[in-house]
């Protein structure tokens, strides 16, 4: 919704690096999240930016630049259990909802 | 350890039966929730934001007589969608967030609602 895209899917391999984009209108933004999501669970957390720049935790990655609407999520050193799907989401105003992306669905392969 | 709370995981049920699901926060006050819902594979879809002590504001599209919301307390706000049907079968999930805008969202574990 509202103009989030992201791939509907990627594969890669054990130990292989990743990278899932996301772009997003620009007009209002207030901060973007990444989640990640295994079939029939709840999102878990993986990242926030509102400033450009690159927020690295652990083998995961967040990188937003608010001038051109885009943010990419790195994943290093893949695991099978990396294997899930992607949730790009931004936040328009404070203390609004997230509106999602309609996700990335990861594939690692051994 | 969870933050917010959502309960019931699964139900099950008749066409025509109202199903309540619950969403509390357990460590904080949130005087907004959000209510979600998600048909497989497809993404989360905002339906309704959930005020504590006015009325929730719908996404359109959403039939606000059809899916009642209650944010009666600080920590609890509930979904009932009333007279279910089989198209309402879906995975229902509720977040919640502390005010300030850098924090994420937290979410429940989610419903997962089937109605034969």
């Known amino acids: 919704g509202q103009n989030i895209d992201q791939p509907t899917e990627m594969t890669a391999t054990e130990g292989a690096i990743v990278q899932i984009n996301c772009t997003y209108q620009?007009?209002?933004?207030?901060?973007l999240f990444w989640y990640q999501q295994h079939a029939g669970e709840a999102p878990t957390f993986l990242s926030y930016n509102v400033l450009d720049g690159l927020e690295e935790k652990g083998r995961f990655s967040s990188f937003l630049s608010r001038s051109k609407g885009y943010s990419y999520l790195l994943l290093k050193e893949l695991q099978m259990k990396d294997s899930a799907s992607y949730l790009c989401a931004v936040k328009w105003q404070a203390g609004t909802a997230l509106i999602f992306g309609k996700g990335t669905t990861l594939s690692v392969s051994s | 350890g969870a933050v917010v709370s959502q309960h019931p995981s699964r139900v099950i049920c008749k066409s025509g039966t109202s199903v309540k699901i619950e969403c509390r926060s357990l460590?904080?006050?949130?005087?907004?929730m959000f209510w979600y819902r998600q048909f497989p594979k497809q993404s989360l879809m905002l339906m309704a934001t959930?005020?504590?002590?006015?009325?929730?504001?719908?996404e359109q599209g959403v039939e606000k007589d059809k899916f009642l919301i209650n944010h009666a307390s600080l920590t609890l706000s509930t979904l009932t969608v009333t007279s279910a049907h089989p198209e309402d079968s879906s995975f229902y999930i509720c977040?919640?967030?502390?005010?300030?805008?850098?924090?994420?969202?937290?979410f429940g574990d989610g419903t997962r609602l089937s109605i034969l």
């Open positions: 959930s005020n504590e002590g006015s009325k929730a504001t719908y």
């Open positions: 460590d904080f006050q949130a005087t907004t």
């Open positions: 977040s919640a967030a502390l005010p300030s805008s850098n924090q994420p969202q937290h």
């Open positions: 620009t007009s209002g933004f207030n901060g």
